[in-house]
């Protein structure tokens, strides 16, 4: 993420010649911030407590959480074997996949039993009016 800047500033004054581009790099928080994303993805009440739902937003699958009127989002595919993990089991804090029983801790995203050892990703989220958002970034 280069921009040029033009606002007059290049030319003999500085010590450039005429016409040299001088460049800005955004910062890393310029870039998240410009590139996040809030999308709606179901109303609060459609979850259940202790229970997950399935989500898709173009060609990603989301598993939204819901535990105690806290909601958590990770990847909705199970990282060992591309299973929805909305069809799983979840126990506490704890999805688990349906196919082989892999678990993980949807808060964090991280596998907690074989033969899963890659992390979900995991997303922030927001309740505003009875509508659960998503952080897209």
């Not at 993420?1 to 790099?25: D, E, H, S, W």
């Not at 909305?86 to 801790?105: Q, S």
Request: include cysteine; aromatic fraction near 10%.
């Amino acid at each position: 993420f280069i921009r040029r800047i033009k606002n007059g500033i290049n030319g003999p004054k500085l010590g450039y010649p005429a016409g040299f581009p001088l460049f800005r790099t955004r910062s890393t928080a310029d870039r998240k911030t410009a590139m996040s994303q809030w999308i709606k993805a179901c109303k609060s009440d459609d979850i259940p407590d202790e229970d997950v739902i399935r989500f898709d937003h173009g060609d990603k699958t989301f598993a939204i959480y819901r535990k105690d009127d806290e909601y958590f989002v990770t990847d909705g595919l199970c990282t060992h074997e591309s299973v929805h993990l909305a069809e799983g089991l979840v126990m506490d804090y704890i999805i688990e996949c349906p196919k082989h029983n892999g678990r993980f801790d949807y808060r964090t995203g991280a596998a907690k039993g074989a033969p899963v050892c890659i992390n979900l990703k995991t997303y922030k989220t927001k309740v505003e009016s009875g509508d659960v958002f998503i952080e897209l970034a």
